[in-house]
T-cell receptor
Framework: GENVEQHPSTLSVQEGDSAVIKCTYSDSASNYFPWYKQELGKGPQLIIDIRSNVGEKKDQRIAVTLNKTAKHFSLHITETQPEDSAVYFCAASIYQKVTFGTGTKLQVIP | KAGVTQTPRYLIKTRGQQVTLSCSPISGHRSVSWYQQTPGQGLQFLFEYFSETQRNKGNFPGRFSGRQFSNSRSEMNVSTLELGDSALYLC??????????????FGPGTRLTVL
């Protein structure tokens, strides 16, 4: 089955700096790659997603890149703010079967 | 539009008992997926239902089962509970019709504690 690896597991940045989280997947059939943010006591919330026919997508301070050849995708958050502190999960989906990465705990230091 | 709702939010059970969790998807969504989240194993896919049929299944034992009703509401059942079943159980809904490229929206989860 699909295997998704996510790095780093923890990440501390100063407010205003950028944060980058990287993921790799194993199954070339995966065609949908969402990123979720999970705050304490809440369910994951979609922050951005990318489909396999797109290489890059940006939404304000958040961007995602996908390299299908290398089977890796990354999340970039610019101008980080304290409210960005949370656990972030990448995921890879094949026909609605979603495999999640192990999560990255992001801490933004004011 | 109302989000995904899950009931109950918290449950405490003892080993050997069974439990049923409920999920109401976003209006118009026909796909409901269930996930187990634990500190050790992370987020793991249990199964997905679409139009009352199980369409996908993860690698969980048969003690974990589910169903979906004609109004797309879904229930998940765990029989003969074990200590290791303690987890946050998350439900996610989506339209389910975009070849696996649907956005899934998660509910707040049900926190199950098995004593």
């Amino acid at each position: 089955g699909e295997n998704v690896e996510q790095h780093p597991s923890t990440l501390s940045v100063q407010e205003g700096d950028s944060a980058v989280i990287k993921c790799t997947y194993s199954d070339s059939a995966s065609n949908y790659f969402p990123w979720y943010k999970q705050e304490l006591g809440k369910g994951p919330q979609l922050i951005i997603d990318i489909r396999s026919n797109v290489g890059e997508k940006k939404d304000q301070r958040i961007a995602v890149t996908l390299n299908k050849t290398a089977k890796h995708f990354s999340l970039h958050i610019t101008e980080t703010q304290p409210e960005d502190s949370a656990v972030y999960f990448c995921a890879a989906s094949i026909y609605q079967k979603v495999t999640f990465g192990t999560g990255t705990k992001l801490q933004v230091i004011p | 539009k109302a989000g995904v709702t899950q009931t109950p939010r918290y449950l405490i059970k003892t080993r050997g008992q069974q439990v049923t969790l409920s999920c109401s998807p976003i209006s118009g969504h026909r796909s409901v997926s269930w996930y187990q989240q634990t500190p050790g194993q992370g987020l793991q896919f249990l199964f997905e239902y679409f139009s009352e049929t199980q369409r996908n299944k993860g690698n969980f034992p048969g003690r974990f089962s589910g169903r979906q009703f004609s109004n797309s509401r879904s229930e998940m059942n765990v029989s003969t509970l074990e200590l290791g079943d303690s987890a946050l159980y998350l439900c996610a809904s989506s339209l389910g019709t975009s070849g696996g490229q649907d956005t899934q929206y998660f509910g707040p989860g049900t926190r199950l504690t098995v004593l």
